[in-house]
């Protein structure tokens, strides 16, 4: 199955089609660590992190997926041996934390960018994940809400793909 995302800001698959938010940077051909633009291109899904603690249940789908504690986190520094892979807390290396105390990684799908091996500087962590209120533009990512993101994931197996596509200007975000 693929998954379509559009500059629009709508995302696609085989049964349905829901509104998604993109990144400030807008989506771009040339990605680069810290721009907020979310990459175009054909990635593959390849695993769902969720809270446990948060989720009735483990989303629905057949993708790999694990709980996350408070001690994940995913490392964004291109300086490090581990950029773009998930990494313990503490990490000495700039990172990302998943365990948040908004929703925002209540369930987390991460996308295969630039993770084959990762290249430094190219971007790091674009995930599919939940949505901020009102859709407001992410770090790069794709989010939607969690219910839509829960359909979707029912949908997918380990051969889906997502396809970004079209160009954006960047958006300003309050």
């Not at 379509?4 to 771009?28: E, F, H, K, N, Q």
């Not at 249940?57 to 998930?86: F, T, V």
Request: charged letters at 25%.
């Amino acid at each position: 199955m693929e998954i379509c995302v559009y500059a629009d800001g709508t995302l696609s698959w085989p049964g349905g089609r829901v509104r998604c938010a993109l990144g400030r940077g807008g989506i771009r051909q040339d990605k680069r660590e810290g721009d907020g633009a979310t990459p175009v291109g054909r990635f593959p899904l390849r695993q769902v992190l969720y809270r446990a603690d948060r989720l009735p249940e483990p989303p629905r789908c057949g993708l790999p997926s694990r709980p996350i504690g408070p001690d994940d986190g995913w490392c964004d520094d291109p300086a490090d041996l581990r950029y773009n892979r998930p990494v313990p807390l503490p990490c000495p290396a700039r990172h990302e934390r998943l365990w948040r105390d908004d929703t925002l990684y209540d369930a987390v799908v991460v996308l295969g960018h630039n993770d084959a091996p990762p290249v430094p500087n190219l971007g790091s962590a674009i995930f599919l994940h939940v949505a901020k209120p009102g859709y407001l533009p992410t770090e790069g990512c794709v989010a939607l809400t969690l219910p839509d993101l829960l359909a979707l994931l029912a949908a997918c197996d380990t051969a889906t793909t997502i396809l970004i596509e079209g160009t954006t200007e960047p958006t300003i975000s309050g």
